[in-house]
């Protein structure tokens, strides 16, 4: 399976580099296989102690593909007539999709508080980002561009009602640990594995720089959010009425249950806007709702922003 996937012979020698290579990628295989077949805690787990496989097993490609013999065990992909993935490329692949599913996982477990939210939308975007051009199909490249529109929809709409109502949204208190530590506590495990890069608590604050300055006003991050909610439903709405990709069933749920949410909280993202407005407006208490997501067990990881009057 993994010679396929890569595009490659295991050659003439048993023992070379690119036939340990292949041999390990199988064996890493196996792994997540097992790991699938536990409940959401030990995949939680199992993943994140797997990311010290991906980085064993990014050596052994490193060693395959700069081998003599790489060149010679190379094919051309004949499923999609170009070359395959070298073999860093598809451990780099391997282990952000790892990565993804360690942080995905902690929404269903209620891991994070909504304070927590806007980094981990947004790492989770340069994770899918990581994996854009190697998902192996034209349906799961489709799947994978929503899945980033709808957390960069929700870096923004989290933003938004940290800005707006920011009591929902504001860390409990940690005396004892610095924004430094908390980001360490939540992400230090990236670094795990060299590819794909760990970012750092200054990245996030580089990408966000205007946002947590205050340079942007609720009102324009909410709209931003509204709008992004739009698109995102236009493109799941374009993708299941669509003969272009053809979906498989799971693919299809995801993307049903993924623009209910985006519809949603498009809405309440413009009544929160409205509720900004002016101090004769009710004030609205932001709540998060994982309840529709999970109904569509695919699309686990995105919340329904709730409003209700405060009493």
């Given at each position: 399976m993994a010679a396929a996937t890569l595009g490659l012979r295991r050659g003439n020698d048993p023992c070379g580099p690119v036939a340990q290579f292949l041999e390990q990628a199988g064996v890493g295989l196996a792994g997540w296989v097992h790991t699938?077949?536990?409940?959401?805690c030990r995949q939680r787990r199992r993943h994140r102690r797997q990311l010290?496989?991906?980085?064993?097993?990014?050596?052994?490609?490193?060693?395959?593909?700069?081998?003599?013999?790489?060149?010679?065990?190379?094919?051309?992909d004949v499923r999609r007539g170009q070359p395959a993935l070298s073999p860093v490329e598809?451990?780099?692949?391997?282990?952000?999709?790892?990565?993804?599913l360690h942080l995905q996982l902690g929404f269903p477990l209620n891991l994070y508080?909504?304070?927590?939210?806007?980094?981990?939308?947004?790492?989770?975007?340069?994770?899918?980002?990581?994996?854009?051009?190697?998902?192996?199909?034209a349906p799961e490249e489709a799947v994978a561009d929503v899945d980033r529109a709808a957390c960069q929809a929700m870096v923004v709409l989290c933003q938004g009602v940290a800005a707006a109502a920011g009591?929902?949204?504001?860390?409990?208190?940690?005396?004892?640990?610095t924004a430094e530590d908390v980001f360490e506590q939540r992400f230090g495990c990236m670094r795990s594995v060299a590819r794909p890069e760990a970012l750092t608590l200054g990245h996030?604050?580089?990408?966000?720089?205007?946002?947590e300055a205050g340079a942007v006003s609720a009102?324009?991050?909410?709209?931003?959010?509204?709008?992004?909610?739009?698109?995102?439903?236009?493109?799941?709405?374009?993708?299941l009425a669509g003969t272009a990709v053809d979906l498989a069933p799971a693919q299809e749920r995801h993307l049903t249950g993924l623009r209910r949410i985006a519809t949603q909280n498009g809405l309440a993202a413009q009544l929160l806007?409205?509720?900004?407005?002016?101090?004769?407006?009710?004030?609205?208490?932001?709540?998060?709702?994982?309840?529709?997501?999970?109904?569509?067990?695919?699309?686990?990881?995105?919340?329904?922003?709730?409003?209700?009057?405060a009493e």
């Open positions: 699938a077949c536990l409940n959401r010290a496989d991906w980085a064993n097993l990014l050596d052994h490609a490193a060693l395959a593909q700069s081998s003599p013999g790489y060149a010679a065990s190379r094919r051309r598809w451990v780099e692949s391997e282990a952000a999709g790892s990565q993804l508080a909504p304070a927590e939210f806007v980094t981990l939308y947004w790492y989770c975007d340069y994770l899918l980002l990581a994996r854009r051009g190697r998902w192996g199909s009591a929902c949204m504001r860390r409990p208190p940690s005396p004892f640990n996030y604050r580089a990408s966000q720089a205007a946002v009102a324009a991050l909410l709209l931003g959010a509204a709008t992004r909610f739009g698109a995102l439903v236009g493109a799941a709405a374009g993708l806007m409205k509720g900004t407005a002016g101090e004769a407006a009710p004030t609205l208490v932001p709540t998060w709702d994982f309840s529709v997501a999970r109904e569509h067990s695919t699309c686990m990881f995105f919340p329904i922003l709730g409003l209700k009057r």
